[in-house]
């Protein structure tokens, strides 16, 4: 074939490369482009699972842009000055470490994952000493200021009876007497805040009841009583209420136990109001027998029946069974299932061929695996997304809305702890430090614990009594360990054994409770003395600037790049949108850390065949392609938190992102001038420029890392932040513009110059 010719036989392979590389850009925007869209267009999507998840979506925005509270707290530390005067070495702690553990339990606290913005540091003014927490306004709630507030301790328990003794009883409902007799209705609320948490008493105030609901919570007689009494009045007797308590066990899960205490009751108000009620839908099994199209019971027959009736005597009627909740799972591709407990009925599930409700069973004896019955319509019937749409409204619970008498009463009860673990006096008093160690003889990892002299008699104590059975060790509330006492054990000192097979997972759970046991046992009480709302007035202001200015500035950068570089230009601008969405994507991904990491190999893989062909050395294109695969990885799976500095930070990149194209169309018009065709020109363009590209970088990105590790926090957000934008624009200026240029530029487009270059430089 003459040579003229031989381009022929590379057309089809450029063809095909051509259209896979477009297929693959348009799959990549259309896939981001889903992720950053308004919920009002998310809400449009017809799958349900995809739907929900896309819509928790959103950017971590930080103090500066969305405001918040500030919490202040006052750390006693005098018993750790005390200790550290003493002549026992094992009781020194240095107040640095005190307040660091104050603020990882804090964190962790509210803050698990370690993916949110929290400001939380130490402070001092004169001689004393504080924790400053900063939060986000979407957690300036109820339940985070609980969080934090409470109390930071270690106690050792033992397991208690759940039964009280009529003697426990006599002695509550005596205190509640007691009690009753020394108030009157003006003084209730302080005696009875005063009262709170000695001897088994609790305070409620302004609890609200429904009228219909005080008999659940009263008997009748006492329920007829508060609805006779006038507000402002103390019911002139004890009440004695029964409840149901949830108790946590040694593994810490939860039970229901039924629970009694003795209740001085004050009316405070009553009022009509609007009372939200549901009733339940209809019953399951009936809707079931009426409109399931086909039924998933299969009768069971045993032995003596099938011998029954053989002989010709009626089989009694048989029992059935249903098919695993994980065959459903399966067979609907529906994980949602596993969520429900035995009982509760799902939403609308489809496969291929039906649509069907499931009620989810209890596990049968011996078994652990739950079951499911379910309502059937086939996909072929007339009107089928219809009908079972229907039948779930008939299963649904009703709502609806009616006025009705609302109570509201104060409460002082007295009332038996049920916990199942019964207080020891000894706690983090006594307590001098955890290790975690390697035990010599089995290798395995183990936590050390050491006790002074006061908590080694009582741990003597409390072990000798207890052999065979469990020691809770409970931290701030929360029960962190349960091991069990297998001897008496005196020195004090003792070896918690940790039993998990995996050795890693041993030893990082030897870390974690070591470190827990250390920072419960911190002998600084904490007491909050003020809070202050941080507003996000100005920094939502100078975000709206910041995003105004740089949206002007894109435009005019965009503009400037075609009207020096023509349709290379416009590439660029297509190059620099792609940058754009990609970072709006990666601020909100949060994607699960298997999907971050499939992401981070593409992007390496990708970078990887990218960078080779422009480097002489493949270990430094290994090096830089590890680098952006990395932290594409690191950013997609836990999504920065956006600071105003951030967002300058993403601003400052965007210029630096073209700064790459127009090196490289610089190169390329050098050669085009020197006569070369444009595809070669494109060549030599990316090859000779990369080397600059990849220098500018990689010293970016090291600024980046030192203002990381010595910046403060607001530098830190800025130096992550332009890390960030740094890495798309090295994989835009260099994979997505030399594949926009390979896909859209042919070479019999490529012979008009003009579309190229300026009329000067032709």
């Known amino acids: 074939m003459p040579e003229n010719f031989l381009f022929l036989k590379t057309l089809p392979m450029k063809l095909s490369h051509r259209i896979f590389s477009s297929v693959t850009l348009i799959l990549i925007v259309a896939a981001m482009m889903i992720y950053v869209m308004p919920n009002t267009a998310k809400e449009k999507i017809p799958f349900q699972k995809i739907r929900e998840n896309l819509m928790t979506k959103k950017p971590n925005f930080g103090l500066d842009l969305v405001g918040g509270r500030q919490i202040t707290y006052l750390v006693d530390l005098t018993e750790v000055k005390k200790r550290n005067n003493d002549d026992d070495p094992d009781n020194d702690r240095s107040e640095s470490e005190v307040i660091d553990n104050i603020r990882d339990i804090l964190r962790n606290r509210i803050d698990p994952q370690g993916t949110r913005e929290l400001n939380i540091y130490a402070s001092a003014y004169n001689e004393e000493k504080y924790v400053v927490v900063e939060i986000t306004s979407d957690l300036d709630n109820e339940d985070t200021q609980e969080k934090l507030s409470a109390v930071i301790d270690l106690k050792f328990k033992v397991k208690g009876s759940q039964t009280p003794t009529p003697e426990e009883k006599t002695s509550l409902q005596e205190n509640a007497g007691k009690f009753l007799a020394d108030v009157n209705a003006e ?21 609200q009841y429904w009228k219909s609901a005080l008999e659940t ?42 629970n009694i205490d003795y209740v001085v009751v004050k009316v405070e108000k009553r009022e009509m109001a609007d009372h939200e009620k549901t009733d339940p839908g209809e019953v399951f099994e009936d809707v079931q027998k009426e409109t399931s199209e086909r039924s998933d019971a299969i009768p069971l027959m045993t032995l003596e029946e099938a011998i029954s009736s ?95 008498e609302q109570v509201t009463l104060s409460e002082l009860s007295f009332g038996f702890d049920l916990s199942g673990w019964k207080d020891t006096e000894l706690g983090g008093m006594q307590f001098k430090r955890a290790r975690a160690a390697t035990d010599p003889t089995t290798s395995r990892p183990i936590v050390e614990i050491l006790f002074n002299d006061e908590g080694a008699i009582l741990f003597e104590k409390i072990t000798e009594e207890n052999v065979g059975k469990q020691v809770a060790i409970f931290v701030g509330g929360v029960l962190v360990s349960a091991p069990t006492v297998q001897e008496k054990i005196s020195g004090g000192s003792a070896v918690i054994t940790l039993g998990m097979s995996n050795f890693q997972e041993a030893q990082k759970e030897a870390v974690r409770l070591a470190k827990e046991l250390n920072g419960g046992s911190t002998p600084a009480p904490f007491v909050e003395k003020g809070q202050y709302k941080i507003g996000s007035f100005l920094g939502s202001t100078a975000l709206e600037k910041s995003l105004r200015a740089g949206f002007i500035g ?119 001038r020197a006569g ?78 003009w579309l190229l270059l300026s009329h000067s430089e032709e």
């Open 554 to 672: 894109f435009l005019i950068l965009s503009l400037w790049m075609i009207l020096f570089y023509r349709f290379l230009g416009f590439i660029a601008d297509l190059a620099l949108g792609f940058y754009a969405l990609t970072i709006f994507f990666l601020l909100q991904a949060s994607i699960p850390f298997g999907w971050a990491s499939i992401l981070g190999i593409a992007v390496f893989m990708v970078s990887l065949k990218s960078f080779s062909t422009f480097e002489k050395s493949d270990f430094l294109s290994l090096f830089i392609a590890m680098i952006l695969g990395i932290m594409v990885t690191f950013i997609a799976y836990s999504p920065i938190v956006l600071t105003l500095a951030g967002v300058s930070g993403i601003v400052l990149s965007i210029g630096m992102a073209v700064d790459a194209n127009i090196l490289i169309f610089e190169r390329m018009k050098e050669e085009i």
């Open 310 to 404: 053989e002989a010709g005597s009626p089989p009694p009627s048989p029992e059935y069974d249903y098919p695993k909740l994980l065959s459903i799972m399966e067979s609907f591709s529906d994980d949602s299932l596993v969520e429900l407990n035995a009982g509760q009925i799902s939403k609308v599930v489809e496969n291929d061929t039906e649509f069907a409700i499931f009620k989810i069973l209890a596990p049968k004896e011996n078994e652990i695996e739950m079951r499911a019955t379910g309502i059937y319509i086939s996909k072929t019937t007339e009107s089928a997304r219809e009908k079972i749409d229907a039948i779930k409204t008939r299963l649904d619970p009703k709502t609806y809305t009616e006025k009705e």
């Open 187 to 207: 003084n209730f609320s302080d005696k009875a805040k005063f009262q709170n948490g000695k001897e088994y008493a609790l305070y409620t105030e302004n609890k």
């Open 676 to 753: 070369k065709n444009f595809s070669v020109s494109a060549q030599i363009g990316f090859e000779r420029a990369w080397s600059s590209i990849r220098d500018s970088n990689l010293s970016s990105l090291i600024t980046c890392m030192i203002l990381w590790v010595f910046g403060s926090s607001v530098i830190k957000g800025f130096a992550v932040a332009l890390a960030m934008g740094i890495v798309i624009s090295m994989l835009t200026a260099i994979t997505v513009t030399k594949t926009l240029i390979e896909t859209l530029i042919t070479p019999r487009f490529s012979k008009k110059k």
């Open 217 to 258: 919570s009263f008997d009748a007689d006492a329920a007829a009583e508060i609805g006779n009494t006038e507000p402002g009045a103390i019911i002139p007797r004890v009440i004695e209420r029964k409840m149901n308590t949830f108790l946590q066990d040694a593994q810490g899960s939860y039970t229901m136990v039924e």
